[in-house]
């Protein structure tokens, strides 16, 4: 799917750039449940999310293990597994690989995609894992739904201490001077519907790594880095990447068809002239991912 075609790597202070991220206040779920809207919004669209919603960038999956120097056949649990978008990553390193989700909707397309791997139900604040007995805990697109001090406690339960390395990471839809017009364009047309929920955009989910709980269960702060890169991608599948989003999912049939229209002018007014040859657009992302050490 993805045609790389540009890598930036650079280090920024932990609090980034607002002309990267937007600064919201939003809800949290309840401690100690998995949050509703993306468990609801999962449940449904995993088929759609597994069709339409982008890999992860090799080479940013390659830097992020590369920094947690594992052991050879290092025990890694990918948490908030989804369909296996991040898990594709781990395979083929000699990692003993487990997959946890709350959806069982993601877990029934992960099955389907990685039926060697074994997948089970679980959520940030239950991980179906033995005390100090993994080497990594991945945690792809999703951290920012369960970002707070109950679950980095049994993040830390799980994981070895000392060495036992947390790694979350995520893709970004960047600032307009890193990515098209049309591309910008779409992306507010859609925030629009995002305030409510936890999103890693609105950068509340790093207020964790700043409690004063938190040192005393990893080394602070968590170090990270981004990268930039794009892929192809068919105009009439931009709509169906944001509706795999759990604020669109949610939406009423009538507001979908808006977002839906809303998308095709845009595309109309500012893509014309940047199909290439077999009639696909550049689109943007970026990488962000950060890692940490859990403490004894």
Aim: aromatic fraction near 12%; charged fraction near 20%; include cysteine.
């Amino acid at each position: 799917m993805a045609v790389y075609l540009r890598q930036v790597l650079g280090k920024q202070s932990l609090t980034m750039s607002k002309r990267y991220f937007g600064s919201l206040n939003v809800a949290k779920a309840p401690a100690h449940d998995a949050h509703p809207t993306s468990t609801a919004a999962f449940n449904t669209n995993h088929s759609l999310y597994d069709q339409f919603r982008p890999s992860h960038y090799p080479a940013a999956a390659d830097a992020l293990i590369g920094k947690l120097e594992l052991p050879p056949n290092a025990h890694v649990l990918d948490l908030a597994c989804g369909t296996g978008k991040f898990t594709a990553l781990l395979e083929n390193r000699g990692f003993e690989i487990t997959a946890v989700d709350a959806s069982e909707g993601m877990l029934a397309s992960f099955k389907k995609n990685y039926p060697t791997i074994p997948a089970q139900v679980g959520s940030s604040y239950s991980i179906p894992a033995k005390d100090h007995s993994l080497d990594a805990l991945f945690c792809a697109q999703a951290f920012h739904w369960f970002a707070d001090l109950e679950s980095l406690k049994e993040f830390h339960r799980v994981l070895k201490p000392t060495t036992g390395k947390l790694a979350l990471i995520w893709n970004f839809d960047p600032s307009a001077d890193e990515s098209s017009v049309w591309q910008r364009k779409v992306a507010e047309l859609c925030w629009d519907n995002d305030a409510h929920l936890p999103q890693f955009r609105h950068m509340n989910w790093k207020k964790v790594f700043e409690s004063s709980g938190a040192v005393d269960l990893f080394e602070m702060p968590p170090k990270f880095e981004t990268m930039f890169w794009s892929f192809k991608i068919k105009p009439q599948d931009v709509y169906q990447l944001w509706l795999t989003k759990s604020y669109i999912t949610e939406l009423s049939d009538l507001d979908k068809l808006k977002i839906k229209a809303g998308i095709e002018q845009i595309l109309d007014a500012h893509a014309k002239e940047l199909y290439d040859q077999d009639g696909l657009l550049d689109y943007y992302m970026g990488v962000y991912y950060t890692w940490t050490t859990a403490k004894p």
